[in-house]
């Protein structure tokens, strides 16, 4: 299964990778009905490191543990998934600039092979998982957006939270998750 989704956002790639490089983003950027989460706080990703993140859909709960393995700053961030159920399943972003680097074109491609237990499950709910990363972006473009509006080519320098709460963007998702 492939998930693709890609957005334009008002902001250059350096400004955009900051955001997405932040794991407090999540918190900011969760579908309102696929509530996504990191627990830990002013964490950056980093090649090699692993880390939670934590899911609410519906009935269902979730934590995912993932490990960034490529990073092009300014332009991918790679990532894969460690246990079940998404099992090495593959989460890639890209950031490419155009307009004279003044936007950036957002682009998530998630794949994954489902067990063939799963696959007639998961081909029969691919169009809502495609909204929930539709959504994610649209949210993400609304807080880099603002934030760069008021903060410039230094925005996401410091914390996601302290900036977005800087311009009135709370989090989608508290702090007890």
Not at 7 to 23: D, G, K, N, S
Not at 35 to 43: I, M, N, P, T
């Amino acid at each position: 299964m492939i998930i693709e989704a890609s957005i334009v956002v008002e902001a250059p790639p350096t400004v955009v990778f900051r955001f997405y490089e932040q794991l407090d983003h999540l918190r900011y950027v969760s579908a309102e009905r696929r509530r996504e989460w990191c627990k830990a706080h002013d964490q950056r990703i980093d090649v090699g490191r692993e880390y939670e993140v934590h899911i609410n859909q519906g009935r269902h709960s979730i934590m995912l543990r993932v490990r960034t393995v490529r990073i092009d700053r300014d332009r991918c961030i790679e990532d894969e998934f460690l246990n079940w159920p998404l099992k090495g399943a593959r989460h890639v972003q890209s950031f490419d600039a155009h307009e004279d680097g003044r936007f950036t074109t957002v682009h998530e491609l998630n794949h994954w092979e489902p067990p063939w237990y799963a696959k007639p499950t998961v081909k029969k709910h691919e169009w809502e998982q495609t909204r929930f990363f539709e959504e994610k972006l649209a949210n993400g473009k609304r807080v880099i957006e603002a934030v760069y509006a008021v903060r410039g080519d230094d925005a996401f320098t410091r914390s996601v939270v302290e900036e977005a709460r800087a311009v009135g963007v709370d989090p989608v998702i508290d702090d007890d998750g």
